[in-house]
C-alpha cells in the first residue's frame, strides 16, 4: 500500500482532466487529520516553480506540519508568477476546506509542463472528490495520480523492527518534453523528531535522488517530503536513517530503470580523488558528458571519454596514478591503455547497467552517481513539446 | 591559398594511411625554413594529449618559435602516455631531419580516436613526402590533412591594410566519435611582437572558438596557433587584433555549420547579469543543457527550459526582472509567459539560426555563445566507435 503503508495515512487518485485520458491527480492526507511532522527537500533552482515558494514558507511558518497534501501532474505550474502562486494558495485553501483543516496545514506539489497557468476549474472541482476517496486503499490511485510520462508508478515499502516507511515518487529530473520534476512523498508512523527526520531525509536524498542524473537539468519543482503520524512510538534513529535511505534508494532505481529514452544505466563510481567534493564535481562532469553517454548507448567501453571528461572537471587529476575499470575490468592504467579480457568487457557493456570506476589518482576521496546513456528515444521525447 | 596567403608560408597535405582514403597528414613551413614568432592557445583538459604537451614545452623552452608545423589527422595520440609523447616527439625529429631545421623549432599536433598508440610507420615515411611537396598552392591539401569527420575544408584569408592573415582549422570540440579536438592554424606577414600576437590570439580564441559549444565536452587536443613571418613590415596593433578576430570568428562559424548531426544553431545572448563571468556561466549551462538543445532541434520556443537552466546555473537571477526573447520577440517576462506574434516566433524558429536573449534581471553581464541542437544525427555519429 506504499505511502499509506504505515500507519495513519490515507490517499486517493483520480482523472481531473488536466490529461487527457491519465491519472493527473492525488491528495495525501493523515486519518485523523491532524497535522503531523513533515520533513521535505526542494529543488536548488532559481526559477523554482510557485508551488515550491508555498511549501518553503508555509513548512517555515508552522515549524514543518502537515496533515494534507494536494498534487496535480500535467502541468507544473513553473513560470507563472504570481497567478501561479495564488493557484497553488487556491488548492490548499481548497483542500483545507473540505478536510476542515487550516490551509497552512496542506502542502501543494505540481509538475507538468513549464510556462502555461493551471486549468484551475477541473483541478478545484475534483479537490472534493478526492476527499471522498481517502482510504489506505487509495495509495496506488495516488501513486498514478502523481506520474507524467513515467511509464510505471513507483512505490516502496520498508519495514524497520518498530516502524514502516512507505512511498511513491515519479519521474526523476527534467527528463520529458513536458514535465519538469522528481516529486516523491514518504510516510512514516514512527515517533521521531522533526530534526531527525530532516537530518534522515536530506541525506538519504544527495545519496540517492540526487545522485541519479539522466540529463544533468536540474527541476524546477523537484520535491522530496517524509510524513510522520507518530503511531507506532519510538524509532531508533539510526535504524530509521537507513530505513529512510533505503526507501529512496528503492525509488531512485525505479526512476531510473523508467528514465526517458534509457537504456542502459551505468554505475559510476570516481575513486583516488583529491576530496569526496571534487569526486562528486568528476562524477557530475563524467555522467553529464554527452560523448560519454552516446557511448553507454552504444556498449561502446570508449574509456579515452571518461579520462577526457575527468580531465575537463576542473579537479586534481594525477594521470600516471590514474585507472579506468568497467565491470572490474582495467582497461587503462596511467592514462594508456593496457591489456585486458576483452570478452569479459563486451559482455559487461552490453548488459542493462553498466559498473564504471574511474580512478583519479590524486587522493583518497570518492563518489558515486548513476548516469543513463542518450539515445534517440530521448531525443525523441524532448524535442517537441506536442 | 588560406594557411599560405600570407607572404612567407608554404604547406602540403597527403594520404599517409592512417585513415582508408582520405587525406590524413600535412605540414606547414615557413619558405625560407627560418624559425618566425609563435603564438598559441591549448586546451585546459588535464588530460591533454602528448603533443599537446610537447607543444607547450617546446613554446616555452625557445621563447615562442617555430619553423614547421607538422599535423596529423585519424590518431589524436592522446591516452598514449610516455610513448605516445616519444612518438610527437619523433615526428618533431623526422620533420626537423627532413627539412634542416632544430626539431625545437617544428611543432606537432595530432587529432583523432583516444586511446590509440599511432601508426607511425605511415608517419614517419610520409613525412619527407610532405617535406618535397611543400608549396603555397599546398593549403588546400594541407586544409584537408588536419580534417577528421568535418564535411568540408575550413579556410579563411583576411586582409589587413599593411598584412594578411590566412588560416585553416578543423572540427569544433569532441564532436564526433573517434575524433578528438579542434585545431587551427593561422599564419601572417605582419611584424609584430609575440606578446600582441599572443594576447589576439588569446582574446580571439575566448570570443570565438571558446563560445562554441557543440557538446560541452573539452578536448584533450585543442590546439590553436599563430605564426608571424613579418615579411611585410609593421602592422597596427588593434587592426591586427580586429584582424584576428575576424580570421577566427570566420573559421568558428565554418566550424558551427559543420558540427556533427547539427540541424540547427542558436546564437545565445545571455542579458542582465551580475558580471560578465555570470551570464558566461548561465550562457555555458543553457547550451549545454539537454532539454534546451532538444528543444532547438525541434523548433520549439520552450523559454522554460531557458529559465530553468538559467536557474539552475549557480548564478544570480532576478525572476521578476528577467526576460526571454527568441529573434527579438518576447516571449516571457517576469518569469511569466506573455502575448506575441506567434507567426513571426514559429519562422523564425524554424530557421537555420535562432538568435535568443535570456535577460537575468540582476545587472549589466553580458555573454554570447554558440549553442549547436541536440538531434538523432549527434547520438547516431557517437555511439560506436568503429
Redesign the interface.
Known sequence: MSVTAAKGFVAAGCHAGIKRRKFDMAMIATEDLQPVSCAAVFT?????APPVELDRATLNANGGKAAAVIINSGNAN????T??YKNAQLMAAATGEVLQIANSHVLVCSTG????PLPMEPILSHVPKLAKKLSVEGAHDAARGILTTDHLSKEVVIKGSTFTIGGMAKGCG?IA?NM?TMLAFLTTDADIPLLVMQKALKAAADATFNTLNV??????NDTAMLLASGKRGKADHGEFANATLAACRDLTMQMARDAEGMTRMAHLTVTGAHSNEEARIAAKNIV????VK??W??G?P????L??????AGVD?N?ARSHVAYGGVVV?K????VEHDGDALVEHMLGDEVQIEVHLGTGHGTAKMIGID???G??KE????S
Chains 1, 2 share one sequence.
Open positions: 536548488q533552482n532559481k526559477f523554482a513553473a513560470g507563472t508568477g497567478p501561479g509542463i513549464i510556462g502555461t527534467m518534453p519538469a540529463d544533468g537539468a536540474m527541476s524546477t553529464e558528458n554527452n560523448l552516446c557511448s548507448y552504444g561502446d570508449y574509456w579515452g571519454r579520462m577526457a571528461a575527468a580531465g575537463s587529476l594521470v587503462a596511467a592514462g594508456v591503455g542518450l539515445g534517440p530521448y531525443i524532448n524535442s517537441k513539446t
